[in-house]
């Protein structure tokens, strides 16, 4: 069911196992977009981790079927593990295990790659933390205030952008500020859109846009340190995904012609102008 494209009724009957004599190359799948909003709601233990894992595959897998790039290139530390992990959570929901999925042996082999990359990770992101905090600590006090809040002032929020940063470099966009692990100065976390839904008219009658992203970055300029990949981040509580909300021009969102607003309303002053006259 989860599979079923949601806009096509003969696609939800077969995934409910109401039409099972249908042929299932007659059946359409959901957008993948919209699979990991239902996994979110329905799967238990399916969270943010497993969200971002989940999206890192799309992302992948897209890139290489519409620009021949690698897909298994430039994969981050622990991803075997993450993505394991992300199976399991999946097959619990089915009752099934890895062992079910994969055989004896490698299902066995999985688990311990689970355990193994997420200490791997921990490891390494603790040792990171740990030299930031020692460079940190060598810095003399008039450096340590100056790098500060230089550092602070390079963040800079918008007021009608639901409090969110406005700044955005390429691809990746500034989330957030966030005390920095090592320094507990306050940095951007950077991340990546990776949900957009239609523009709304909210409560108060503005026209709003909400938006998913997913971290990916913390580059601290104070103390040097930086968490990079969701599996890094997360392990100091900094992976989960982002709401943010954008607050877009009607006139452009909906290519709103302004002379043609403004013709019929000289015409409307004019019928009126001219009934007043009578």
């Known amino acids: 069911m989860l599979l079923a494209a949601p806009n096509k009724p003969k696609s939800l009957y077969y995934g409910l196992g109401l039409d099972r004599d249908r042929d299932p190359f007659d059946v359409d799948s959901a957008p993948s977009a919209a699979i990991a909003e239902r996994c979110e709601r329905f799967v238990g233990g399916f969270g943010p981790g497993e969200l971002a894992v989940f999206t890192d595959a799309r992302r992948r897998r897209n890139a290489e079927l519409h620009s021949a790039l690698a897909a298994m290139e430039s994969l981050e530390r622990g991803w075997r593990g993450r ?40 490891e390494e992101v603790e040792a990171n933390i740990e030299s930031a905090r020692k460079r940190f600590a060598r810095l003399p006090g008039a450096q340590r ?19 969110q940063p406005a700044t955005r470099a390429g691809s990746s966009r500034l989330l957030r500020g966030v005390p920095c692990p090592a320094c507990e100065t306050r940095v951007g976390l950077t991340g990546e859109v990776v949900t957009r839904n239609p523009p709304r008219v909210d409560a108060e009658g503005d026209l709003v846009q909400t938006e998913i992203a997913v971290p990916s970055l913390l580059d601290c300029p104070v103390c040097g340190l930086r968490l990079e990949g969701v599996a890094a981040l997360t392990v100091r509580g900094l992976g989960d995904p982002v709401r943010l909300s954008e607050y877009p021009d009607p ?28």
């Open 251 to 278: 006139v452009e969102t909906f290519g709103v012609d302004l002379d043609e607003y403004r013709d019929e309303f000289l015409q409307s002053l004019a019928e009126d102008s001219a009934y007043m006259d009578e």
């Open 83 to 122: 993505l394991f992990a992300t199976c399991r959570v999946l097959l619990a929901h089915l009752k099934l295990t890895l062992t079910d999925l994969l055989g004896p042996e490698a299902g066995h082999l999985a688990e311990r790659l689970v355990v193994e990359d997420a200490a791997s990770v921990r």
């Open 145 to 163: 205030k100056t790098r500060r809040q230089k550092a602070e002032a390079g963040l800079r929020f918008d007021p009608l952008g639901g409090g």
